[in-house]
């Protein structure tokens, strides 16, 4: 909606609180033609602002959409996840040494890959929103997957450096392009994403593509589980002059590459361009079930429609979104976040330590991980509960408690005490949906909207940058000194929680008392002449979530 738009929308509420019978702006014939499609948009042909339908329609469509949509990008997610992840799988059996680099070279290895990733997250979103995600992701998939095989061949500190880079290319941006093309098929990406009263009445917004999210998250643990059986199977190969490691390699990124390759004729643009020769040449829909898709979406946030599924943003667009403070809270705790991906880059390590076999260490990731997958309901509780950061807040505290436990037991506990401690320590109740909806819902225009998944999935990298480098070799094999920096990590980010919190709080105060002190002449003035835009105005429809 532009500026002159939005100003007549609040003229059109004047004066208090809206309510309203009508449950989309589209049912308002003042605001309908501000929100309408643009002919740009790929799915205006089934736009219809009269359409209606019932709930079993709407749920039987959200269910082909999970089926066909929701499960193959927890498929594609579980294939970065096998590829990016396997290597932890390898150094149980005894990759550093084979290969002949030591603990240093590993975690200069997971920095390179962790600065690549990083670096590509925006590039990959402006290409992807530039030739379609159906097309990028897929092209990723089966780039990262000829690196992943080429790995069976390292055979020093170079060839280890440089695959490890080539990999967080290739993988860099994946996530939040994932994000994205999940938002063109679910509903309440940011209930208030524009804070207009018809968003904010409408509750089902604000958890349909969150709870989705957490699943999609939440498959990276399934995947742990699942790689950690293959890889205490495929580690037991041996022959022809290979390694087990080197035959894990092979065989999952074959499995990674295979799936790229259909991934690529799977994917459809959109909901309104399924048909292909692959897929059907009528598509996975009829004309009814497109239609309700489309309009379902744009009743629930009909900024969707005001860029096209093959539009890229501009430098200004980025620059805006980079200089929003008001998510910098939130991309601080993203920062901080990195404790517990220390302790599982060297989960494998550790037990082995203690004296696990390659084969026992393996099936001894499983149980943690496992847990770990039941607490995707996290998501689902601070959506009805309403509350985010506080139920988010959760992570650091457990972490603190496990972190301070590891400290201060005796080097003699026995080592299958250890392994429950540190499998506790993993359980960690992930936040992940939670932290990237919250970017979501107070971004507040469709640029930052755009960009702020990535650049929060890109402090996410910056934290597993510094968590490849807590642990030294000379700290081995218990890491005190690591596992009391990492105290003090926490410590800050549980601070950081509350700063968050009161941040919001204390914002939205100030704009309450802003707003409630104009007149409705001197909001009017206000609308039409401040250059506030986005989560910046002062009106209550800009109000921040927390």
Not at 32 to 56: C, I, L, M, N, Q
Not at 459 to 480: C, E, I, R, T
Request: neutral net charge; aromatic residues 12%.
């Amino acid at each position: 909606m532009s500026d002159d738009d939005e100003k007549k929308f609040v003229e059109s509420i004047g004066d208090g609180e809206l309510t309203l019978p009508s449950k989309s702006v589209f049912d308002d014939p003042v605001l309908s033609s501000f929100y309408t499609p643009p002919d740009s948009y790929e799915g205006k042909h089934r736009w219809d602002p009269h359409a209606v339908w019932t709930a079993e329609e709407e749920a039987a469509i959200v269910r082909k959409i999970d089926v066909r949509i929701m499960l193959f990008a927890c498929l594609c997610f579980a294939c970065l996840q096998l590829d990016r992840g396997n290597l932890s799988n390898a150094l149980s059996d005894n990759f550093l040494a084979d290969v002949g680099i030591n603990t240093e070279d590993y975690n200069l290895g997971s920095s390179v890959f962790f600065i690549t990733f990083l670096l590509m997250e925006i590039p990959s979103q402006l290409i992807s929103k530039r030739v379609g995600v159906d097309v990028w992701v897929p092209t990723q998939m089966i780039i990262w997957s000829v690196v992943a095989i080429s790995q069976a061949k390292v055979t020093g500190r170079a060839s280890f450096l440089a695959t490890r880079a080539l990999l967080g290319v290739f993988e860099g941006g994946f996530i939040p392009d994932m994000v994205l093309y999940l938002s063109y098929w679910y509903t309440g990406v940011d209930f208030s994403h524009t804070r207009t009263a018809y968003m904010l009445i409408n509750p089902r917004a604000a958890s349909e593509l969150t709870i989705r999210l957490s699943f999609f998250w939440a498959g990276t643990t399934l995947t742990s589980i699942v790689g950690s059986l293959m890889a205490s199977g495929i580690l037991e190969i041996t022959g022809h002059g290979w390694n087990g490691w080197q035959y894990l390699f092979v065989i999952e990124g074959v499995l990674t590459l295979a799936f790229g390759v259909f991934a690529l004729f799977y994917l459809p643009p959109s909901p309104t361009q399924t048909g292909s020769r692959f897929r059907g040449k009528s598509g996975w829909f009829t004309e009814r079930e497109e239609t309700i898709m489309v309009t379902r979406v744009l009743r629930d946030d009909p900024t969707k429609s005001d860029m096209h599924n093959r539009q890229a943003l501009s430098a200004c667009q980025m620059w805006q979104a980079l200089t929003d403070y008001d998510l910098y809270p939130l991309y601080a705790i993203g920062v901080e976040g990195f404790a517990l991906a220390t302790v599982k880059a060297y989960f494998t390590l550790t037990l082995k330590s203690l004296g696990f076999s390659t084969f026992n260490t393996n099936l001894l990731t499983i149980p943690s991980s496992f847990c770990e997958h039941t607490l995707v309901g996290l998501a689902k509780l601070s959506e009805v509960a309403r509350e985010r950061v506080l139920i988010a807040s959760i992570r650091p505290w457990w972490q603190l408690i496990l972190f301070i436990t590891l400290v201060t037991i005796p080097d003699s506990t026995p080592p299958w005490s250890k392994y429950a401690i540190l499998s506790i320590l993993i359980v960690d109740p992930d936040c992940q949906s939670i932290m990237v909806s919250l970017c979501s819902l107070n971004s507040g225009s469709v640029r930052t909207r755009s960009l702020s998944a990535s650049i929060f999935n890109m402090m996410g990298q910056l934290s597993s940058l510094a968590a490849a480098n807590v642990y030294q070799p000379g700290d081995k094999p218990y890491y005190h000194r690591g596992n009391r920096v990492l105290i003090g990590i926490v410590a800050v980010e549980i601070l950081l929680f509350i700063f968050t919190k009161l941040y919001y709080i204390k914002r939205n105060e100030w704009k309450e008392r802003k707003w409630s002190a104009m007149t409705v002449e001197e909001r009017k003035a206000y609308l039409a002449n401040s250059l506030d835009r986005g989560n910046k105005r002062q009106a209550r429809v800009s109000r921040a979530q927390h």
